[in-house]
């Protein structure tokens, strides 16, 4: 590294003092400051010297260490920063801007029309937008109203509120299953298989006002072994099985409709396997049937006989 170029400057003693004194001199050590010479390979961040000018006069040593250093400005008025009324009346405006969107472009074009019409043709051109229309356009909403809610063409998006609504109707439960007891993608369904009933919210708010809320038994819930393969409605006419067939590949349909679509085709409506039109009698599913028959029958009896419930 080079040394620094340094000066040496001896102080004359004052004629009072000492000859003991005279000969000591005092030294004060003076560097050199370097001119400043651009050099293209040399490249470096500003100086701190602007930086300390900024900040003043420093009164301790400390603080003339070489540091990060803020500085702040004020405005001399007692107003806030920022508008006047805090934001209270911003306005969304992340589409076109208001000048500049479909209602402005026909709200100008209109009142360019109002100014050019009974007068001649005075061959400026205006835009595209501002031909001079000869013929007014019927007095109705579509034709002469300024409001995007109405005319033809983009909507102006609300200035104070923006909101993306998805109304979801989809439940993600087979819809096969549910309704029939049977899926044709059997284990490879990308939906539910679930044939219980959901109620909404405002059901279950008025049982948890009511106190019946969880009230269930067990035995409601409990399924068996044969209710998960027997299906429970028609697969065809999503009804109630009258005269249950069952062909070989084991599917079942009313007798009617499995005798209608073997008139189309003889393959099974299901799996489209063939069925040689043979069509068993579903004992399995008759004696099903007939085990819930007097059930549904004995509740049915019930509303009818009481029908407020008192």
């Known amino acids: 590294s080079r040394k620094k170029v340094a000066t040496r400057r001896v102080c004359d003693p004052e004629p009072g003092e000492s000859g003991s004194s005279s000969d000591e001199g005092s030294s004060v050590v003076r560097p050199e400051k370097k001119r400043a010479i651009h050099n293209p390979m040399i490249q470096k961040t500003r100086g701190c010297g602007r930086q300390k000018a900024a900040h003043g006069n420093f009164s301790s040593e400390e603080e003339e260490e070489e540091g990060l250093g803020v500085v702040y400005r004020s405005t001399r008025s007692a107003k806030p920063v920022g508008p006047e009324d805090m934001g209270a009346t911003a306005v969304y405006e992340l589409d076109t801007e208001k000048e500049r969107d479909a209602q402005a472009i026909f709200e100008r074009s209109q009142k360019i029309q109002e100014e050019l019409r009974g007068k001649e043709d005075d061959k400026i051109y205006r835009g595209i937008n501002n031909y001079q229309k000869f013929i007014k356009p019927k007095d109705t909403s579509m034709g002469n109203a300024s409001s995007g809610m109405v005319r033809k063409g983009p909507i102006r998006a609300p200035e104070h509120l923006r909101a993306t609504v998805r109304w979801d109707y989809q439940p993600d439960i087979c819809k096969d299953y549910k309704e029939t007891g049977f899926c044709g993608f059997g284990d ?30 067990e035995e409601n819930y409990e399924v068996g072994s044969d209710d998960e ?14 005269n249950p067939v069952v062909t070989k590949c084991r599917h079942y349909f009313c007798e009617n409709c499995a005798l209608q679509h073997y008139r ?44 407020h419930g008192v």
């Open 264 to 307: 189309t085709t003889p393959r099974c409506y299901v799996c489209d396997q063939q069925t040689n039109g043979v069509f068993n009698p579903a004992k399995e599913l008759i004696a099903k049937l007939e085990k819930h028959r007097p059930a549904a029958e004995g509740s049915a009896s019930n509303i009818s006989g009481d029908p």
């Open 188 to 217: 490879s369904c990308k939906f539910l298989h679930d044939r219980s009933d959901y109620k909404h919210g405002w059901q279950i708010e008025r049982e948890l006002d009511e106190g019946r809320y969880g009230d269930y038994e």
């Open 229 to 242: 393969e027997i299906p429970f409605k028609c697969f065809i006419c999503r009804q109630t099985f009258q």
